[in-house]
Structure formats: C-alpha cells, structure tokens
C-alpha cells in the first residue's frame, strides 16, 4: 500500500468547546483549523504536530457515526488516517487482498480532502483512513 506519512489521528469527543482547550494546554499547540462536515454530520477541529494532524471530531447529529461510536464505546481513538497518492487504485488494491471497504468510491472530508475507509473487521479492530490531497 505504501501510504506516505500518517496525516492524522481521529479522535471523537463530546464537546470541541471542552476538548479544544485540553488539548492546547496538554499539548502545547494551537487549533488552526474548525470545520463543519455536514455530510457526516460532525465539526472537526485540527492541531498540527510536525507532518501529522490531529483531529477532533465532535458529532452535530445523534444519527451521525461518531455520535453512535461515542455512545457505544466512549470518547477517545476513533481512528487513523494514512496520507496515499492515488486512492481509488490504493481502494481496489485493498480490496484484491481481501480488505472489506466502507467506501468502495472516495468522498470528500474536512480540509477538502478526498478520503475512504476501510473497515475494522478487516484491519484487527482499527477503524483506518485513506486520504489523498488533490491538487
């Protein structure tokens, strides 16, 4: 697969307005960036740590993903997003090798990236992420 550089660590929590102060004193670093993503019905918030992000996803619905993972399991690691150049080919490639796909088609997500999930079942547990910035 070859991903480039992991672009960002998804955590799902509460509250931004909570989170985001935590965050900056615990880590030392600025929020850069809040987004609103309607189509998954959550707002992000990003701190940059070197190349890699981290991303705080607060639900705006109760119908949303990340409203469900919270009441399911809690606050905290939602999952991991690896940077790769050419995501539809990098999708059929997983899915040759066996890799079940929530997104077979890349979608938009925040910060105008195209991205695709792969699902847990299929990666030991841990929800994973296909990101590429197109140009």
């Known amino acids: 697969m070859n991903p480039g550089f992991i672009e960002h660590i998804g955590i799902a929590v509460k509250s931004l307005e909570q989170a985001i102060p935590l965050y900056e004193k615990l880590l030392g670093l600025k929020c850069y960036a809040i987004e ?3 189509d998954q019905k959550v707002k992000t918030a990003f701190f940059k740590l070197g190349q890699t992000k981290i991303e705080l996803i607060e639900p705006i ?3 949303s993903p990340i409203a469900k993972f919270i009441e399911k399991r809690g606050e905290g690691l939602h999952h ?4 790769v150049d050419g995501l539809e080919h990098k999708l059929s490639e997983a899915e040759s090798q066996g890799v079940s796909l929530i997104d077979k088609k890349p979608r938009k997500g925040a910060e105008g990236l195209d991205i695709a ?3 847990p079942s299929s990666t030991m547990g841990v929800l994973m992420e296909f990101c590429e910035k197109k140009e």
């Open 36 to 38: 609103e993503v309607l």
């Open 117 to 119: 999930f792969l699902h």
């Open 61 to 63: 619905d109760v119908t």
């Open 80 to 83: 991991i997003a690896f940077a």
